[in-house]
């Protein structure tokens, strides 16, 4: 650990009406309790809001929702984003199944890697929501990093550094894993693992291989927050610079967003929803319930071209 946000942030929660909120670590990530989603006010949703955008990432207990009730929540906070991976349930195109069975022995798993979803996507994501069904005894956490809290924690020089630069973001490097430890099954890392046998990619595949640009400090377009929008799963170069100049640059943001002091881990349960601004923090899950099922849900909510 080289820092530590004492003093740049502290993850206290505001005062609520309408909720109740307590803090999940020092650095971000917030437990809401008190509410029901499927039968939510609009003082609730708007303190829920503010929350997500304060704390990056909010969770809740004992939410018992169908494919339809997680919709109309997702909706809440705006239209339906285009999932990059993943076909819908029968009935609910845009709530996409996120599920490894037992038998599955892939050495690796959807989600795996410290990421920020699909940002090589020309608008990616802005908001995702992800509710738990059937969750292993152990193992299948999910952990997030504050990128707003650790571009705060740059020194004013390097700020002035990637205050100006652009990232190439490609779904590239994270297919040829997918090639290398997925097996073939009917899931959505499956179905991208059965591409390796492709003699021609698809179009779509294609377009996301050759990704997109975006910049390397972007503004949040509701609270103006700065953050670092780099990866280290998509990030594959920096604009106008060589991958010797680059790589350098790439590997030490990459390993500066996730320090631990400036994450948060989720432990799941059964009946769980949290959601998570992709504008502000990166994510990854793990691979460490190998023998056992677990089943989620996952809405995106679109986003905007990231300035």
Request: charged content about 25%.
């Amino acid at each position: 650990m080289r820092l530590h946000p004492t003093g740049k942030f502290e993850n206290f929660a505001a005062q609520y009406a309408h909720i109740e909120a307590r803090p999940l670590a020092a650095a971000m990530g917030v437990e809401v309790s008190g509410v029901d989603l499927t039968r939510l006010s609009d003082g609730q949703f708007e303190e829920i809001r503010h929350a997500l955008y304060r704390h990056k990432m909010v969770f809740l207990r004992n939410q018992r929702l169908t494919h339809a009730q997680q919709e109309a929540f997702s909706l809440r906070f705006g239209p339906f984003a285009v999932d990059a991976y993943t076909q819908g349930v029968p009935g609910h195109a845009d709530v996409h199944p996120l599920i490894k069975e037992a038998d599955d022995r892939s050495e690796m798993v959807f989600g795996e890697g410290w990421h920020t979803d699909s940002p090589f996507m020309p608008e990616p994501p802005s908001i995702t929501i992800l509710r738990s069904v059937q969750i292993p005894a152990f193992g299948g956490d999910t952990i997030w990093a504050n990128s707003a809290l650790a571009y705060t924690m740059l020194s004013d020089t390097y700020k002035r550094l990637v205050n100006e630069l652009r990232v190439h973001f490609s779904l590239g490097e994270v297919l040829k894993s997918v090639h290398r430890a997925v097996e073939v099954s009917d899931s959505p890392i499956g179905r991208l693992a059965a591409t390796r046998e492709a003699t021609q990619l698809s179009e779509d595949l294609q377009r996301k291989i050759k990704g997109n640009i975006h910049p390397m400090v972007r503004t949040h377009p509701v609270t103006g927050e700065k953050a670092l929008y780099v990866d280290m799963a998509y990030a594959v170069g920096i604009d106008g610079m060589t991958p010797e100049e680059s790589a350098p640059i790439l590997q030490f943001l990459g390993e500066h967003i996730v320090q631990h002091a400036f994450t948060c881990r989720l432990r799941w349960e059964p009946d769980m929803v949290a959601f998570w601004d992709n504008r502000l923090c990166v994510h990854q899950a793990f691979n460490d319930y190998q023998g056992s099922r677990r089943e989620m849900y996952r809405t995106t909510v679109v986003g905007e071209k990231p300035r």
